[in-house]
């Protein structure tokens, strides 16, 4: 129970921790002298598996939205401890069409590296290559800051 529980607390670190926002257009003096990213701006959220969208960042989702940033979402799990990984990337994918997230901007990792169970403590240097090479591959960050 105690290593499930360091599990939770894991996971929801590291899913707040690389909730990436950068700019890809050049921002207003003033809301970059507040450190607010403006309008055109990307977003990369990273989560463990479908529902944490909703459940934990749809607050969040929707006023980026709101701030017209380009989002994005990248789902380390298929969610199938149940065996209903296939219904519950349905549900991830629906749930991007109601927090405005496009089904082209919406990865959902399907394999055995990354099982949807509270018995397993997945590697954190395999997570971090992973998100990695998603940032690189899709261009999220310029590469001269990594």
């Known amino acids: 129970m105690e290593e499930a529980a360091l599990l939770c607390v894991t ?5 707040w921790a690389f909730l990436w926002v ?3 257009s050049e921002r207003k003096r003033t809301r970059e002298q507040a450190g607010l990213p403006g309008a055109g701006s990307r977003t990369l959220l990273v989560i463990a598996h479908p529902d944490d969208e909703a459940m934990f960042f749809a607050p969040t989702v ?3 939205g709101r701030l ?4 994005s979402l990248l789902c380390f799990s298929a969610g199938n401890y149940y065996n209903q990984g296939e219904i519950r990337k349905k549900e ?4 991007c069409d109601v927090l405005g997230i496009p089904h082209s901007c919406v990865t959902i ?3 055995r590296d990354f ?5 397993v403590q997945w590697d954190t240097e395999h ?9 690189e591959v899709n261009g999220i960050i310029n590469s001269d800051l990594l």
């Open 11 to 15: 996971v929801a670190v590291l899913m």
């Open 22 to 24: 950068w700019d890809s």
């Open 62 to 64: 929707i006023g980026l």
């Open 68 to 71: 017209q940033h380009q989002l």
């Open 92 to 95: 991830l994918l629906q749930s």
């Open 109 to 111: 990792i399907d394999t």
């Open 115 to 119: 099982p949807d169970d509270p018995g």
């Open 127 to 135: 997570v971090a290559s992973v998100l990695l090479q998603h940032i």
